[in-house]
């Protein structure tokens, strides 16, 4: 059972920039598509971005230019820097591991990922 953990969430102003990682507990992690997603209040779950296990990139288009995706195989971990944080941009933020290992379309359909972190807390004031 592949255990994920979310962390780095919290309150910003608008125009400032948050970091958000996501820990794996299966060494294997760093072998896997791993994406971001968020869900707004009375919204559904949307795909953020997400990183291949050999550095393939894919932003959606709201956050292009703003977030970088990273991985740190060594510590089995994959970041979400986010920059200029705009008020929504507010949402749970989410890490999931993929079970499409490669691919030439990224993977942003939710059922296209079979484990998920518990979430965390992202809230951008005006």
């Known amino acids: 059972q592949v255990q994920l953990v979310e962390s780095g969430g919290g309150l910003v102003q608008a125009g400032g920039s948050l970091r958000l990682s996501c820990a794996a507990s299966?060494?294997?992690?760093?072998?896997?598509?791993t994406g971001w997603f968020r869900q707004a209040p009375g919204k559904e779950r949307e795909f953020v971005a997400v990183i291949s296990w050999i550095g393939g990139i894919y932003y959606s288009d709201s956050v292009k230019g703003r977030f970088t995706i990273s991985r740190d195989n060594a510590k089995n971990t994959v970041d979400l820097q986010m920059n200029s944080l705009k008020p929504e941009d507010t949402a749970v933020y989410y890490c999931?591991?993929?079970?499409?290992?490669?691919?030439?379309?990224?993977?942003?359909?939710?059922?296209?990922?079979?484990?998920w972190g518990q979430g965390t807390q992202v809230t951008v004031s005006s």
């Open positions: 299966e060494r294997t992690f760093s072998s896997y598509t």
């Open positions: 999931a591991r993929s079970r499409v290992r490669t691919w030439s379309v990224a993977p942003r359909a939710v059922g296209e990922y079979d484990y």
